[in-house]
């Protein structure tokens, strides 16, 4: 077997184990898992006809979800898809850890991910047998590089990269033969300018060759106990992944396709959501601020990239000691080692309690 990193957040069982300890109970901002209800159009979908299909559903989906999700870009986002280039999968997660494998990277193979990052990233290379190259901002990935990860939103830091520097990343990429695969799960949540899918016409051109886009409803649409994501872009890297998941099974569920359509279908919803928030990152940051923390970045996403000037795992401690659980930054790569991420994905109570701690 591949030899894969420790699961990082088994490293937090002391501190978790500290923050539950507190007269109050845990505020656990560790993991942006969703709290809030799942929406009613969703699960309306969910419940309806197509949880009485007996038959097995198509790896490709339904041509009415396609279009939806495809519609969903463009309205969205303003990045135009065909929906023949349009994939549903079985959460970002998976799609996230097998596409280098997927796409025929192996030993020999780098893939090139952002200095700070999502660390399933490292683990799919892994899986796959390449090795991981980290890129400084603006550091065009060297010779040999077979797929290059973008974030933005940035997991963990909320960083949004502008349009033009997306695009210069996607000309590096293109220059060195590489996939450009976008992870663009927080794309929605964006709280003052829209951030650009690397699908735009401001990055690609309207060229998606060699463009690969990830999408999922777990964020926006409370949907990650569903495993409902998707991924878009060029046409024939799309087509060449659903022959190979065709092969390996990797198919969404009948109902799960339902309650994508209807989430793709529904802004409302996400607008709601997005405010929801919104207001629970302000207070959150306010507080942080207050009690002498520094937030850096953080424009967009469900997190709060924070630090207070020593080394993770202590303030990861002090945070504990107030009954509060965060993220060490080094989760996400050695340029994270002073940071902590918080997560804003907490009950309204939750967060006004944490509010309270930090400002004993």
């Given at each position: 077997?591949?030899?894969?990193?420790?699961?990082?957040?088994?490293?937090?069982?002391?501190?978790?184990?500290?923050?539950?300890?507190?007269?109050?109970?845990?505020?656990?901002?560790?993991?942006?898992?969703?709290?809030?209800?799942?929406?009613?159009?969703?699960?309306?979908?969910?419940?309806?006809?197509?949880?009485?299909?007996?038959g097995y559903p198509t790896t490709y989906g339904l041509p009415s979800l396609r279009e939806a999700l495809a519609?969903?870009?463009?309205?969205?986002?303003?990045?135009?898809?065909?929906?023949?280039?349009?994939?549903?999968?079985?959460?970002?997660?998976?799609?996230?850890?097998?596409?280098?494998?997927?796409?025929?990277?192996?030993?020999?193979?780098?893939?090139?991910?952002?200095?700070?990052?999502?660390?399933?990233?490292?683990?799919?290379?892994?899986?796959?047998?390449?090795?991981?190259?980290?890129?400084?901002?603006?550091?065009?990935?060297?010779?040999?590089?077979?797929?290059?990860?973008?974030?933005?939103?940035?997991?963990?830091?909320?960083?949004?990269?502008?349009?033009?520097?997306?695009?210069?990343?996607?000309?590096?990429?293109?220059?060195?033969?590489?996939?450009?695969?976008?992870?663009?799960?927080?794309?929605?949540?964006?709280?003052?300018?829209?951030?650009?899918?690397?699908?735009?016409?401001?990055?690609?051109?309207?060229?998606?060759?060699?463009?690969?886009?990830?999408?999922?409803?777990?964020?926006?649409?409370?949907?990650?106990?569903?495993?409902?994501?998707?991924?878009?872009?060029?046409?024939?890297?799309?087509?060449?992944?659903?022959?190979?998941?065709?092969?390996?099974?990797?198919?969404?569920?009948?109902?799960?396709?339902?309650?994508?359509?209807?989430?793709?279908?529904?802004?409302?919803?996400v607008a709601e959501q997005v405010t929801l928030y919104d207001k629970r990152r302000g207070r959150l940051r306010?507080?942080?601020?207050?009690?002498?923390?520094?937030?850096?970045?953080?424009?967009?996403?469900?997190?709060?990239?924070?630090?207070?000037?020593?080394?993770?795992?202590?303030?990861?401690?002090?945070?504990?000691?107030?009954?509060?659980?965060?993220?060490?930054?080094?989760?996400?790569?050695?340029?994270?080692?002073?940071?902590?991420?918080?997560?804003?994905?907490?009950?309204?109570?939750?967060?006004?309690?944490?509010?309270?701690?930090?400002?004993?």
């Open positions: 077997m591949r030899a894969l990193p420790d699961f990082p957040w088994d490293s937090l069982a002391g501190d978790k184990a500290l923050a539950a300890s507190h007269p109050g109970g845990i505020v656990d901002l560790s993991v942006g898992t969703p709290v809030d209800p799942v929406p009613a159009v969703v699960r309306a979908a969910l419940a309806g006809p197509a949880a009485d299909v007996p519609g969903a870009l463009d309205r969205r986002f303003g990045a135009p898809v065909d929906p023949a280039a349009v994939l549903p999968t079985i959460g970002s997660k998976e799609l996230v850890a097998w596409l280098p494998t997927l796409l025929g990277v192996g030993p020999g193979d780098l893939v090139a991910v952002p200095d700070t990052a999502y660390p399933t990233y490292e683990v799919g290379a892994l899986i796959a047998g390449a090795t991981v190259v980290r890129l400084a901002d603006g550091e065009a990935p060297p010779a040999g590089t077979r797929l290059v990860w973008l974030n933005s939103p940035s997991n963990p830091t909320g960083r949004v990269l502008p349009a033009e520097a997306l695009r210069a990343a996607v000309a590096a990429a293109r220059a060195v033969g590489a996939v450009v695969a976008s992870d663009e799960c927080y794309l929605s949540l964006s709280f003052g300018s829209p951030a650009a899918s690397v699908l735009a016409p401001a990055v690609s051109d309207g060229d998606h060759a060699g463009l690969l886009a990830v999408h999922s409803f777990s964020k926006s649409s409370n949907l990650a106990g569903y495993r409902a994501a998707f991924l878009a872009g060029d046409a024939r890297l799309v087509a060449e992944l659903l022959e190979i998941r065709k092969h390996a099974g990797m198919i969404v569920p009948f109902p799960v396709q339902a309650a994508m359509e209807a989430a793709a279908s529904d802004d409302a919803h306010a507080a942080l601020e207050g009690a002498g923390y520094r937030v850096d970045h953080s424009e967009a996403g469900l997190y709060l990239w924070t630090t207070a000037g020593r080394p993770c795992r202590e303030t990861v401690h002090a945070l504990a000691e107030k009954g509060i659980l965060a993220a060490p930054g080094e989760f996400y790569g050695p340029a994270g080692a002073s940071h902590v991420r918080i997560a804003v994905t907490a009950t309204d109570e939750r967060i006004d309690e944490a509010v309270r701690r930090l400002a004993g």
